[in-house]
């Protein structure tokens, strides 16, 4: 048993615990991180982002060398799935990137500690036979798959994306709850190595919250690669057999699968860590609720990412982490909640950010719109990407931009151009007046920045 005292004590080493971790560090803070895993990273590197993005990008090229390249004048005379090799490639890119957050840990001086916390007191924590004492603790314990009522997860066939990132042969069928974004990027990705894909989801549309024609469009793709939707379906329960599940599903029939991945949402983590002990409260949804500083109730405990309400995305818990450290140690921290890009990454890939119509309408605001198709540009075509498009929405009077919406190759690198653009609150006309380069997929984004004054050049 041993007792250490740190300034900051983050416990979880997910993004928004880890970088966080980093930055105090940087600032000049005796840092401490606990993990209850062995690899650093969270369940964006170990069980989520990482491994699925892994499988998507070996899912595609399977897909491509298959289906796509003799379009390119390539004849494959056979092309056969390993899926052994392809699920250990993913293993090893996951094993390469938390070790090198261990890596980080080291450089940074950060000391890691390896168990599971929970609060003796706002200011101790208890790590195994280890007491730990920090001036500040930051929870950045995230998120966990969420199921409903009647699906057990624990029933051998009922999987999360944990066991879907895993799976050692291909389903033949495999049902999908909740067309989000795990559904629909999992999916993607077994029905792409032979799986039939059958989406089942509450709501009468996919991808609940994204702009309404960003989601049909991308409906309409998924269907015609083979996908199929059953939408405004209620699952009511799965009961699990030896060898499929069954699917009940509110007025309509059953659907037999031989598997079934629930993604209908995850719900924050808090259970062991004693919260309870130093009265650090949560909400209805079991968030943590914090103040603008990412305070919580509790004087000296601090909490980000998806543990506390917003998106669950591993670039807003990375922000929080460091605007919180940076409130710490300095007194200053900034994010821009509405420059946080939404990215799935399928193919079509399909990218956000700001406002959407939807909501541009439901707040009266008056918008102009430029867009602009893949099919009119010229590295799209040389590439033989033509789907999808590009959507510019700008304020009608003074033309700043509100909302960018892309489905098509890459969509997810190229609105990082327009996040950045709105956090320096850009106009259109600032988008298009800049200069794209040739032949490049960007001009997409410029061009339907021209279209929202009429401008557009290639359409
Ligand atoms: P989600 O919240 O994105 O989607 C869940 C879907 O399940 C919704 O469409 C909902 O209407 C549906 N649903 C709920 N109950 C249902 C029922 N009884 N029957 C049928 N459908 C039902 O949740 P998902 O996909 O599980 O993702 C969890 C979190 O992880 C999300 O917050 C997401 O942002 C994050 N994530 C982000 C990724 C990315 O940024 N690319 C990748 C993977 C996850």
């Keep these: 048993m041993s007792e250490h005292k740190h300034d900051l004590l983050v416990i979880g080493a997910g993004p928004a615990g880890y970088v966080a971790a980093i930055r105090a560090a940087q600032l000049g803070l005796d840092t401490g991180i606990v993990d209850k895993e062995e690899q650093l990273g969270g369940t964006c590197l170990r069980i989520g982002c990482i491994p699925s993005k892994a499988l998507l990008e070996s899912s595609h090229k399977y897909e491509d060398a298959s289906k796509h390249f003799f379009s390119h ?7 056969a799935l390993n899926l052994k090799a392809m699920l250990k490639r993913k293993d090893k890119v996951v094993k390469t990137l938390t070790t090198g957050v261990a890596g980080l840990m080291k450089k940074n001086k950060v000391t890691v500690y390896h168990g599971s916390a929970s609060f003796n007191s706002d200011k101790s924590v208890t790590i195994g036979g280890d007491t730990v004492k920090a001036t500040n603790v930051l929870i950045a314990t995230g998120s966990v798959p969420s199921t409903i009522p009647g699906i057990n997860l624990a029933d051998d066939l009922i999987d999360t994306s944990t066991e ?3 799976y050692d042969k291909v389903p033949e069928h495999l049902a999908v709850i909740g067309a989000g974004v795990i559904g629909l990027e999992l999916g993607s990705v077994w029905r792409r190595l032979g799986s039939k894909v059958t989406v089942i989801e509450y709501l009468d549309r996919i991808m609940p919250g994204m702009d309404v024609e960003l989601a049909k469009a991308a409906h309409k793709a ?7 939707f059953m939408l405004g379906c209620a699952v009511q329960g799965v009961t699990s057999e030896k ?5 009940d599903i509110k007025d309509a029939g059953p659907v037999k699968a ?7 949402g995850r719900k924050p983590n808090t259970e062991g860590l004693g919260l309870d002990k130093i009265g650090v409260t949560t909400n209805k949804r079991g968030q943590i609720e914090v103040g603008p500083r990412y305070k919580t109730n509790v004087d000296g405990v601090f909490a980000v990412g998806d543990v506390i309400p917003g998106p669950m995305l591993a670039h807003k818990a990375e922000e929080e982490g460091i605007a919180c450290v940076e409130m710490i140690a300095t ?4 994010i821009d909640y509405n420059t946080i890009p939404s990215i799935v990454y399928t193919h079509p890939e399909i990218a956000s950010v700001g406002k959407s119509e939807e909501k541009l309408k439901g707040e009266g605001v008056d918008y102009k719109k430029g867009a602009f198709p893949f099919i009119a540009n010229g590295r799209a075509r040389a590439n033989d990407n033509t789907e999808g498009w590009v959507k510019v929405l700008a304020d009608a009077v003074s033309d700043r931009v509100l909302g960018v919406h892309i489905i098509g190759d890459s969509a997810g690198d190229l609105i990082a151009e327009c996040a950045t653009a709105m956090a320096f609150a850009a106009s259109s006309e600032d988008i298009a007046r800049a200069c794209h380069a040739h032949p490049t997929l960007s001009e997409a984004v410029k061009e339907a920045a021209l279209g929202v004054s009429g401008r557009a050049i290639h359409i």
Excluded: M
């Excluded at 031989?258 to 209908?264: A, E, G, I, K, W």
């Design 258 to 264: 031989d598997r079934v991945l629930v993604s209908v």
């Design 73 to 79: 004048g390539i004849e494959v005379s056979s092309v």
């Design 222 to 228: 998924f269907k015609a690669q083979g996908i199929e």
């Design 243 to 247: 060898d499929g599940v069954t699917i």
């Design 164 to 166: 879907a990132l895993s």
């Design 331 to 334: 007194g200053h921290g900034h």
